[in-house]
């Protein structure tokens, strides 16, 4: 999040800098709107005319300085039929209108009013999600700007509506989502050599600020709990592997926990068994599981969602070394099976079987969700607009989806079966850990189910959406953030009071 740009609100009278309205097909405009708009006389149907810009969802008319108004912009956005818009829909146009404020204005007004009249609350602050989650950039190592893209200072966007006083109270839960995102954005975005297992704990642990017990297991504790196949991949790095366990206790006291696992491989550089050179640095983001769930626990806190909640992270770096682990080896988890290493560039499935078996036997959760940028093979499959899903129990593979199309964070199912099985089996130990080139991400998903037991559990490959997904009208940043709004969701609508 850019911290220069603050966030306000008005009364539909105050405008100041970039006007952004919004009108329906054929020119529909709500009635403060009109009011705002009447000193412009006919130039908004003869600038429409002449661009055949007619409202249609998504549309945008770009006026500079509009006579009759003291102001440097006037931009009109189309909402289309209203009565088609979803929630979601309100949050990609309070993006659009966002992306049409000039980066170099010091100020805008955006209505938050369609031709129906002002807008609901709720309504209200999906727009200042889409606003936030557009606004934001991640130009943190930049020291210059390109001439004629330099920023100024200090920006303020505000929201002209008609009870600012209400629309605060419904923004608590929408800041505490639009946080989670941004900071799951920063941590895929950060470069290995500034985010390595040390750094993403200590960043991880700054959310006991906001009432969460952190807790940083470090090797000699890991060791201690044999967690060997976790160790076996960060034993190439001179970074020490960690892994974090969050716990966010809003529900009532003794309920079994919701648990969310995140992979924290903050470079993989495939070890041993190297990858190639080309697009290698895209390899910091193998993080981007668990940075959502840190993004998602900042969610659930900041909302003091009623829930009882353990986010827990396996973070290591994946390096050749004298001391990396070798294709061949042997290594024993901490549930007692045995794993053989065929290829060590599959190191984010060891590092889940050993987080995903210590978080279901110590906390005992009601279901556990992974989070992994796990497989190309995802990509192969499903392309970058779907999240893979692999799931033991319908119901919460129903609302994962449920939530997946209401917040446009999308998953679609693919199989688990036993018959997968016989594709990991290994000679010389109880699995190996890759299975060939048929159903890479399937294999995958079966592998980590071999240390979930009988709780019921979605793993979600994320490796198409979690970074270098194409942009959006809410996400221009290279690192998505994705999974953070989805899995707040699943919570919100299932799993609280
Ligand atoms: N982190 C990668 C998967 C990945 C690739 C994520 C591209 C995002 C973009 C993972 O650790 C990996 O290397 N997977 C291998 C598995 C194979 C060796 C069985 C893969 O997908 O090639
Ligand atoms: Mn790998
Ligand atoms: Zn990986």
């Known amino acids: 999040m850019p911290d220069h740009i603050k966030f306000g609100f008005t009364p539909f009278t105050q405008l100041q800098g970039v006007l952004v309205v919004f009108c329906a097909e054929n020119l529909k405009f709500g009635p403060a709107t009109q009011k705002a708009l009447a000193p412009t006389g006919d130039l908004i149907r003869r600038a429409a005319a002449a661009d055949r810009f007619t409202g249609k969802d998504g549309s945008t008319l770009d006026l500079v300085a509009p006579s009759g108004l003291r102001l440097p912009r006037l931009i009109v956005i189309g ?17 659009i209108a966002m992306g049409k404020v000039p980066t170099a204005a010091p100020d805008a007004t955006i209505f938050a009013e369609f ?109 201690k709990l044999g967690m060997g196949a976790l160790l076996g991949v960060g034993q190439g790095s001179v970074h020490e592997s960690k892994l974090v366990i969050m716990r966010w206790n809003g529900g009532k006291r003794g309920v079994n926990p919701v648990a969310f696992i995140g992979k924290g491989v903050c470079f993989d550089s495939g070890g041993i068994s190297i990858k190639p050179a080309q697009g290698m640095e895209d390899m910091k983001g193998d993080m981007a599981g668990a940075a959502c769930v840190v993004g998602l626990m900042h969610a659930l806190a900041a909302r003091k969602a009623k829930v009882n909640a353990v986010g827990a992270i396996g973070l290591v770096e994946n390096m050749p070394d004298g001391k990396a682990q070798r294709p061949g080896d042997i ?48 990509m192969v499959a499903l392309g970058q607009e779907h999240a ?61 189910g071999r240390f979930v037991g009988k709780t019921p559990w979605a793993h979600l490959d994320i490796a198409g959406t979690g970074f270098s997904s194409p942009a959006t009208d809410i996400n221009k940043s290279w690192g998505s953030g994705w999974g953070v709004r989805l899995l707040d969701r699943l919570v919100a609508e299932n799993y609280e009071g």
């Open 79 to 95: 909402t289309g039929k209203e009565s088609e818009l979803k929630p979601r829909d309100f949050v990609r146009l309070g993006g």
């Open 388 to 448: 893979g899903l692999f799931c033991n129990d319908d119901q919460l593979s129903e609302r994962l989806i449920k939530a997946g199309i209401e917040t446009g964070e999308k998953v679609w199912r693919m199989p688990l079966a036993p018959e997968y099985d016989k594709l990991i089996d290994s000679k010389f130990a109880d699995m190996k850990n890759t299975g060939g080139r048929f159903g890479g991400s399937i294999t995958a998903a079966q592998f980590i």
């Open 331 to 378: 290594v024993k988890t901490m549930s007692g099976q045995t794993i053989e290493i065929i290829n060590t560039d599959a190191e984010g499935r060891l590092v889940l079987a050993d987080v995903v078996h210590y978080v279901n036997t110590k906390f005992k959760p009601k279901l556990i969700v992974d989070l992994a940028t796990l497989t190309g093979a995802i």
């Open 115 to 223: 031709a129906s009249g002002p807008l609901k609350a709720d309504r209200v602050a999906d727009l200042v999600l889409g606003t936030r989650l557009r606004a934001y950039i991640f130009d943190r190592y930049k020291t210059k700007h390109k001439e004629g893209e330099e920023r100024p200072k200090k920006v303020s966007v505000n929201f002209a509506c008609a009870n600012p006083g209400a629309v605060e109270k419904s923004l608590l839960g929408v800041t505490a989502v639009a946080d989670g995102v941004v900071l799951a954005r920063d941590l895929v975005n950060e470069p290995a050599n500034v985010l390595y297992p040390a750094e993403f704990a200590r960043r991880a642990s700054s959310l006991a600020k906001l009432g969460i017990v952190v807790e940083t297991l470090d090797a000699a504790a890991m060791k």
